[in-house]
Nanobody, 123 residues
């Protein structure tokens, strides 16, 4: 069974940057059609932040467009989330997911999840 592991979270001030990483300890990132970053803030539902699919679109939540970038490094078997100009409202636990992009519906379905990494942005 694939195990995804996130890293790179931490405490930063507003306006600063962080880069999150996700690797597969068992299995391979390359086996996933789609890779995504989700986040869950206290008291809120988990939401899609960014996703990328083989031969498909790269998708961003409106709240992070122009600030966050998802990249898939096949050589390193890693997916990154570069987060710039962080805001206090970006504070959340960030989860890496691996799964499938369903073209007919234009949606992503994640089959595997990491345990998350905490990002805290102070004002």
């Amino acid at each position: 069974q694939v195990q995804l592991v996130e890293s790179g979270g931490g405490l930063v001030q507003a306006g600063e940057s962080l880069r999150l990483s996700c690797v597969a300890l068992r299995g391979s990132i390359s086996s996933f059609n789609a890779l995504a970053w989700y986040r869950q803030a206290p008291g809120k539902q988990r939401e899609l932040v960014a996703a990328t699919a083989n031969g498909g679109p790269t998708t961003y939540a409106d709240s992070v467009k122009g600030r966050f970038t998802i990249t898939r490094n096949r050589a390193e078997a890693t997916v990154f989330l570069q987060m710039n100009n962080l805001k206090p409202e970006d504070t959340a636990v960030y989860y890496c997911g691996g799964g499938t992009y369903y073209r007919d519906r234009g949606t992503y379905g994640m089959d595997y999840w990491g345990k998350g990494t905490l990002v805290t942005v102070s004002s």
